[in-house]
């Protein structure tokens, strides 16, 4: 039973990625904001950079894990 659960937290395909990268955009964006807000000027737009940054990085990196694993199971044999 847990494994069907833990399944559910699995990112499998591309459009799964580019949905949870879509959801990361939206805070990342948001709490860019509430920076630019809190720290006007300079410090508040790096921070806002930075949070848009590093959604960038992670779906570069869920993508490049996607295809990763797909080329991982076309190369295992069949079991049998």
């Not at 904001?33 to 570069?60: D, E, I, R, W």
Request: charged share 20%; net charge positive.
């Amino acid at each position: 039973m847990w494994q069907k659960i833990a399944r559910l937290f699995v990112i499998k395909t591309r459009t799964e990625a580019f949905l949870v990268i879509f959801a990361l955009a939206n805070g990342a964006v948001q709490r860019g904001q509430v920076y630019l807000g809190q720290y006007p000027g300079f410090g508040g737009k790096l921070l806002f950079l930075a949070c848009t940054g590093s959604v960038f990085m992670a779906g570069a990196k869920m993508l490049d894990c996607i295809k990763h694993e797909a080329a991982k199971t076309e190369q295992e044999p069949a079991k049998a």
